[in-house]
């Protein structure tokens, strides 16, 4: 891929340009990245003015976002050598860009011995339209100390990570505040924060947390949490220390990428860890490129892996990788921080809030001998079609059926479809919707465990009076039996943890009839030959 080197622009045309990026919205699918420094000036532990700067997946250069650094108003900036700075990440409902730094000019030395109460701890709130809220500025966070990664599900709820003696560790905060709140008292020295399927975990290299960890259960708000390594990461003692920083993972929370700044040889790079009966294991490190931030986009066959290397003071790159199962990936560059700036958190750019489709269900089924698929929307704004994507891993996934959508609608539509050939075990389904301009977005990931013992099955058959269905142990089931056309000639509800039905059809005429067992999460249709 081609690499792309950054025009260096001077610290006062920074300060001219602030006002005008200010409003300049964000590309949905592009990434952002947050640089630190003027292009003039040798990067060292004092303050450096911040820009987000934002590129195509494939290193196009888009825009550069700088933050409030001048004036007498609320600013960001960052240290220039403290490399565990700036660690961004999106929101989980995707609509907001979260970035941390200090409220004070650039030059300001030494910044991190410097206290929370006269320089405070900011976090800017960046929406998909470049609306930065700098109201969440913090007295009693990380005094004395670095503010580091930050990590919200809604833009208003905030969760932080640094280190600070006693005002550091993992804290919990909401927009507009001054104070925050300490979940636990260890570890205080934090790295990254980030939250995977409801549940916040943050990374450290110290003391017995040299991993990924979780913090509590769920998202935590209030003091008293615990803070648990993850199973199989490394604790006390580790030889060499790991050096653990952004990390990602997966929906069903099986897979996990780690960003490991020290030299590869040592153990450092683009690591993938695996989940396997309860203990996570390390199951190979990508490439040859020691890395300090990352994010995945998990929507294709293979993870794609973006992040931000670690190599020197300055000068690092973004790079990306396919993980295609091996740890043979190479690394394309995608840009360069160039002289006397560094790239330090990567995300993805926030997703505007007006979306083509408006999905009110996504369900999957397993049935006698398919997966019944449906789903239903609300709205849809020029909207193309559908696809039904399956994975058995919830890695990869692969395209199945693809349904053509209404287009723009403000009515309820229903849609279906079948996997005719299910898997046995467990498999994912996720929906892609694809609108009239290409762009996509994907549903929730829903999990099916099939089996082929599932199906409902009649003897004898065909039969002239008695007939005994077999099926799955019923929770809240109802038979009916319908005729050729689809008419219902009698329902009967199955007792709770029942697996035998009789039923008596006698009254039947001769024909072809139809039973269908419908449960809670379970539908299976059956034959009846009545003679």
Not at 233 to 248: E, H, K, N, V, W
Not at 281 to 288: E, F, H, I, K, R
Not at 464 to 492: F, Q
């Amino acid at each position: 891929m081609k690499k792309i080197y950054i025009p260096i622009f001077s610290l006062t045309l920074l300060f001219l340009t602030t006002a005008s990026f200010a409003q300049v919205a964000f590309t949905t699918g592009n990434l952002v990245v947050y640089k630190v420094g003027d292009g003039a000036t040798t990067l060292s532990s004092a303050t450096f003015p911040v820009s987000l700067d934002e590129f195509t997946t494939s290193g196009a250069f888009v825009q550069s976002y700088p933050l409030p650094s001048a004036g007498t108003g609320r600013r960001i900036v960052a240290a220039g050598s403290t490399t565990s700075e700036g660690l961004i990440t999106r929101s989980v409902d995707n609509k907001f860009l979260l970035v941390t730094g200090y409220d004070t000019l650039p030059g300001r030395a030494a910044i991190a011995g410097s206290t929370s109460a006269a320089i405070n701890r900011m976090v800017g709130v960046i929406n998909t339209a470049g609306t930065l809220d700098l109201t969440t500025a913090l007295t009693d966070a990380y005094s004395g100390g670095n503010i580091r990664g930050v990590a919200s599900t809604n833009g208003t709820d905030i969760w932080l990570a640094g280190t600070a003696s006693s005002t550091g560790g993992i804290r919990y905060t909401t927009i507009g505040s001054t104070t925050s709140t300490q979940l636990a008292t260890t570890p205080t020295n934090t790295r990254a924060v980030s939250i995977f399927n409801s549940q916040l975990y943050f990374t450290a290299a110290s003391g017995a947390f040299l991993g990924v960890s979780s913090m509590g259960t769920g998202t935590p708000t209030t003091s008293g949490q615990t803070a648990s390594i993850l199973p199989g990461f490394p604790t006390t003692g580790a030889t060499p220390t790991p050096s653990p920083y952004a990390f990602a993972i997966n929906t069903a929370g099986t897979v996990a990428y780690v960003a490991d700044d020290r030299a590869v040889a040592s153990g450092g790079g683009v690591q993938k860890w695996t989940l396997n009966s309860g203990t996570w294991s390390l199951a190979y490190v990508l490439g040859t490129t020691s890395a300090r931030s990352l994010v995945v986009d998990w929507s294709g066959s293979n993870p794609i892996i973006y992040a931000v290397t670690s190599t020197g003071s300055s000068a690092n790159s973004i790079v990306t990788t396919t993980d295609a199962g091996s740890a043979s990936a190479t690394f394309d560059t995608l840009a360069t921080a160039g002289t006397d700036y560094v790239y330090r958190g990567l995300a993805f750019a926030p997703v505007s809030t007006t979306v083509p489709v408006t999905l009110t269900s996504f369900k999957a089924t397993p049935a006698s001998a398919v997966v019944d698929l449906q789903w239903t929307t609300s709205q849809e704004i020029a909207v193309k079609q559908f696809e039904v994507e399956k994975s058995t891993d919830d890695i990869k996934f692969v395209s199945i059926a693809t349904v053509t959508a209404a287009g723009t609608s403000s009515s309820a539509h229903t849609y279906s479809s079948q996997d005719f050939t299910p898997s046995a075990g467990v498999s994912y389904y996720r929906l892609k919707t694809t609108d009239a301009n290409g762009n996509t977005s994907y549903s929730a990931i829903v999990p099916v465990n099939y089996s082929s013992t599932n199906a409902v099955k009649i003897y004898p058959n065909p039969a002239h009076d008695m007939i005994t269905v077999t099926h799955p142990a019923s929770s809240n089931a109802k038979a009916t039996i319908t005729d050729a056309t689809g008419n219902t000639i009698e329902t009967l509800s199955i007792n709770a943890g029942e697996t035998v039905t009789k039923i008596n059809i006698s009254a039947l005429s001769s024909g072809q009839y139809f039973i269908n067992y419908v449960d809670t999460e379970f539908s299976s249709t059956a034959v009846l030959n009545k003679l």
